[in-house]
């Protein structure tokens, strides 16, 4: 998956462009009053308690006024400002999730993260906090690179996203949120797979088995499972642990009767005289017990 597949992803969205256009039209100038209009889901919010000091106000509505022209570089510096000039006020909560949300449609991730990690950290009762973690773990998900590359970012949307689901599972984000974590984890799995391919073509056998093994164990819902098993069976085969090979094989044949990589393990093993056979004492057996298949994989 490369990088400018995964922008578009996130870029076309249902909920960055539901928010873009409420930005668009909601925070005018004069008129906007709540920071709960960033909220893509939702339509109204609290009365703004901010205060009617005139120079936060005119960083303000001057970060706004930057907003709604799609300068989202200087927008961040207005409300990375008005946080620095009034910290812990309420004008520093609302400028801070601003920054977080101009960082990221600007494309400064890292300041995106800054700030939104600073936000969960403040005001872990707010009901944007939820929100702000999304941020954070859509920063990471933007920034994943393709499966040649460290895929670091990968664990951190995995992780920041993860954190959203078990804090806030209720939220608007969380099934977002949950997708996020599944695209992450296949690319995490696509990693370890190209690493046990290039051992397999270097006849590691047993690199290439811990490789496959990070893949059935803790990626066992991504598309990858399938390719994995074979793989298994083929690397067992060399090794010449065979009741291991013929595992792999049973539970691929259990469950993905139809694929393709079981139709090529199960060749393999004819070719020793051998058949699919599930030995239940395996690592792998016991890895897939109360298996249940994604639908889509």
């Not at 040649?148 to 920041?160: C, H």
Request: charged letters at 25%; hydrophobic letters at 35%; a neutral charge.
């Amino acid at each position: 998956m490369s990088s400018s597949s995964q922008s578009n992803a996130v870029r076309g969205s249902g909920r960055f462009v539901r928010l873009a256009a409420c930005l668009m039209i909601a925070l005018s100038v004069a008129g906007c009053e709540t920071i709960s209009s960033l909220n893509p889901f939702e339509d109204k919010g609290p009365k703004s308690d901010i205060g009617k000091d005139e120079k936060a106000d005119v960083l303000y509505n001057d970060g706004l006024a930057r907003m709604e022209a799609r300068d989202f570089g200087a927008a961040a510096k207005k409300f990375v400002e008005l946080d620095k000039q009034y910290p812990y006020s309420q004008w520093s909560r609302k400028a801070l999730l601003l920054a977080t949300f101009s960082s990221f449609e600007g494309g400064d991730y890292a300041d995106s993260i800054n700030h939104g990690r600073r936000y969960v950290q403040l005001y872990p009762a707010s009901p944007d906090t939820p929100y702000a973690q999304y941020l954070v773990g859509m920063s990471y998900y933007n920034q994943i690179l393709d499966i040649s590359r460290d895929q670091e970012r990968a664990e951190k949307t995995v992780a920041t996203m993860d954190d959203l689901v078990r804090k806030w599972p209720t939220s608007e984000y969380a099934k977002d949120a949950r997708e996020r974590i599944r695209i992450a984890q296949d690319q995490l799995a696509g990693k370890e797979m190209d690493i046990g391919r290039f051992y397999l073509t270097k006849r590691n056998f047993t690199g290439a088995i811990n490789r496959f093994r990070e893949v059935i164990v803790k990626y066992q819902t991504t598309r990858h499972v399938e390719e994995a098993l074979s793989r298994l069976t083929e690397a067992y085969m060399g090794l010449g642990i065979v009741h291991e090979a013929q595992t792999a094989a049973a539970v691929l044949g259990h469950n993905f009767p139809d694929s393709q990589w079981y139709k090529d393990a199960f060749a393999l093993l004819e070719t020793g005289g051998l058949k699919p056979r599930e030995d239940g004492g395996s690592w792998i057996s016991k890895t897939f017990r109360g298996f249940t298949r994604v639908v889509g994989l």
